[in-house]
């Protein structure tokens, strides 16, 4: 396998154990608490990263506007959006309905960008739609205990929040990528973007309710899983998915890098000690082969 492809594959891999590590602090601290403390680990490492590396001038002025929206977007209301799905659904359904974030992309750059909807990609859509809903059907056997997979609150308004987490990302990415085709620095790029989403988190912290303060306490270890969540997730996989854009084929990265739903069920298996049911792994499989007609060429 070339490298650029087993980048991509990495890439998957990380966002896969990122779910499994992020489920239980997610769950001890909320999801805004959990969102606010990673997207603050995390740029202060980018942050620290910028100042010291690249240099404040690696970004333009004229071009803080729209990464700044794309951070609001697709981070503060996708990862926030992500991990309440995550509390609700578990890692397994929340991967599934987030897959379609892919789908969703190409729709979007349809109607937005103007960009054209081949048949193949038209079938991807519809293939990976349909994985998701058998995946969320049939991806449970009675015979499955463990707390991840059972559903907590109405499974409607897990999937609609979960389709907002996917909206969201795509509308973000939508946003940012007319400014990264500019050849703009990912890691600065990246640092307004996280700045964004942690500063709009720390002025929901501000707001005297209690659904916005932590569920629990945070300590030492906990910040430890998160952070080890955000270095995983924002800081390898992304690292890893743009050094595989920067050389793969942009089809193929994609197609591979959307494989995490995929990789999350021998993990969730190993984990649990519970099989995952067969509804779970075809659902996987049409996710799969959906993004590689989504992404042909």
């Known amino acids: 396998m070339m490298l650029y492809e ?14 499994l590590i992020s489920a239980g602090p997610s769950a001890a601290l909320g999801a805004l608490a959990f969102n606010r403390l990673r997207m603050s680990l995390v740029f202060i490492v980018l942050a620290l990263y910028v100042a010291t590396v690249t240099g404040l ?10 990464l700044a929206l794309s951070g609001l977007i697709g981070i503060f209301l996708g990862d926030t959006a992500l991990f309440l799905t995550l509390n609700r659904l578990g890692p397994r359904r929340t991967a599934m309905v987030f897959s379609l974030n892919a789908p969703i992309s190409a729709i979007l750059g349809f109607v937005f960008l103007r960009e054209t909807l081949t048949p193949l990609q038209i079938a991807g859509i519809l293939v990976t739609f349909a994985g998701v809903i058998l995946a969320i059907r049939f991806g449970k056997r009675k015979s499955q205990l463990h707390q991840w997979e059972n559903v907590k609150g109405p499974l409607w308004i897990g999937i609609a929040i979960g389709l907002i987490a996917a909206l969201s990302q795509s ?12 050849g703009t620095d990912p890691i600065a790029a990246s640092a307004i973007r ?12 501000l ?3 209690r ?11 906990l910040a430890g899983i998160v952070g080890l969540s955000g270095f995983l997730g924002m800081g390898v996989g992304m690292t890893l998915l743009l050094f595989a854009l920067s050389g793969g084929e942009v089809g193929v990265v994609a197609t591979l890098s959307a494989t995490t739903p995929a990789i999350l ?8 000690k519970e099989m ?7 659902g996987a499989g049409l996710v799969l082969v959906g993004s590689a007609l989504l992404f042909a060429v």
């Open 207 to 209: 707001v005297p309710h």
């Open 171 to 182: 509308a973000g990415s939508l946003i940012a990528r007319p400014v990264m085709e500019t």
């Open 6 to 19: 087993a980048a991509a594959l990495g890439a998957a891999t990380c966002w896969a154990l990122t779910g």
């Open 211 to 221: 659904q916005f303060k932590p569920a629990g306490p945070v300590t030492l270890k």
């Open 194 to 205: 996280v700045g964004t989403a942690a500063l709009c988190l720390w002025l929901l912290f």
């Open 265 to 272: 069920l021998p993990l969730i298996w190993w984990r649990t």
């Open 57 to 66: 001038d690696a970004l333009p002025r004229d071009i803080a506007l729209p």
């Open 276 to 282: 995952p049911a067969p509804g779970a792994w075809v």
